[in-house]
């Protein structure tokens, strides 16, 4: 939602960086032009650059280092993704791709939405002047989504997302929300809530932005836009016009009290206890423990996003 949001405003919103190797290279998952990435001229472009005119069978065999050097566990040192020789080869794969889309882009700013803590670490130490955003949203909200399952339109199988259980969700809620401020204590916390609630996210937009100290030149053309993100939601498969954001609260009527507590109980503490230790940004703002139910919500989307008309673009074959 906030690729879509951010590349009106003349961002190169290019998806989830982390996993190209896998979803683009190897996996050939589409694009958000809705070709796959073989095709779309964006990508086919930066692998090439990047491994070779032979990229698809270099992608197949880095996929799986690619994934290790980014699972939780690499926080703790080289050791546990693979050793200090992989973890070169890792940063020298992301130095290229990084390389590639810069050079597509041209001045506009890049939006790379990871989720991935340890590879905001990765990249930082092969673009050290490049600025992390961390985005919050209320656990309770991350728990139900994570429990319901979603298809990923992007595969050619139509594979769907991991669904975890309540110790998962808040395992994976702390390490995305926390981990970002441990990588820099300098970053940018947005609030989900704040941003899709407001009558108008422009002013939450205008702070990542501005936390970048660039200007946009929101006249320039060219690709790099967020048609051509890689991973994220499969709203942005849809074209249109950006009509209206929300936020998505259904689990103040659906999660039973019991569930609402306890993810409530083991996240939030924690989140603040991190956040005065660091001095980050600004408080966690999710609310209270029972959070009192909202109405005159135009629009319920589990991203936050509504797109007016809605029209699916069609499938490559």
């Known amino acids: 939602m906030v690729d879509l949001l951010l590349a009106e405003r003349g961002v190169a919103a290019v998806g989830e960086v982390c996993h190209v190797v896998e979803r683009a290279g190897a996996d050939n998952e589409r694009c958000g032009c809705g070709r796959p990435a073989h095709d779309c001229a964006f990508w086919r472009g930066v692998l090439t650059e990047a491994f070779g005119p032979r990229f698809a069978s270099v992608c197949q065999t880095r996929a799986s280092a690619h994934a290790r050097a980014v699972q939780p566990r690499a926080m703790l040192g080289p050791r546990w993704s693979g050793g200090q020789d992989e973890v070169a ?7 290229r791709l ?15 939405s990871s989720k991935s803590p340890v590879y905001a670490r990765h990249l930082r130490q092969v673009r050290p002047g490049v600025k992390v ?38 395992a994976r809620w702390l390490y995305g929300t926390l981990g970002a401020s441990f990588v820099d204590r300098r970053c940018l916390v947005l609030s989900y809530e704040k941003l899709v609630g407001a009558s108008d996210p422009g002013t939450e937009l205008a702070r990542i932005v501005e936390h970048d100290h660039r200007d946009v030149d929101r006249t320039e053309e060219g690709p ?27 689990w103040r009527q659906e999660l039973h009290w019991t569930a609402k507590a306890m993810v409530w109980s083991l996240c939030i503490p924690a989140a603040k206890a991190t956040d005065l230790a660091l001095g980050v940004g600004e408080p966690l703002d999710v609310g209270s423990l029972a959070g ?12 936050g996003a509504a797109i007016r008309p809605e029209r699916e673009r069609p499938r490559s074959r």
């Open 89 to 95: 080869r890792y940063l020298a794969d992301l130095d």
């Open 98 to 112: 990084y390389t590639a889309i810069e050079r597509r882009v041209g001045s506009r700013p890049i939006w790379d």
């Open 133 to 170: 955003v961390g985005l919050r949203r209320d656990p309770r909200g991350v728990y139900l989504s994570w429990t319901r399952p979603k298809v990923r339109d992007e595969t050619s199988d139509r594979r769907t997302m991991p669904e975890h259980g309540l110790a998962g969700s808040v």
């Open 224 to 250: 790099g836009g967020w048609d051509h993100a890689i991973g994220g939601n499969p709203i942005r498969f849809r074209s249109g016009t950006l009509d209206a954001v929300a936020a998505d609260e259904r």
């Open 292 to 303: 009192r139910t909202r109405l005159d919500r135009r629009v319920r989307v589990d991203a």
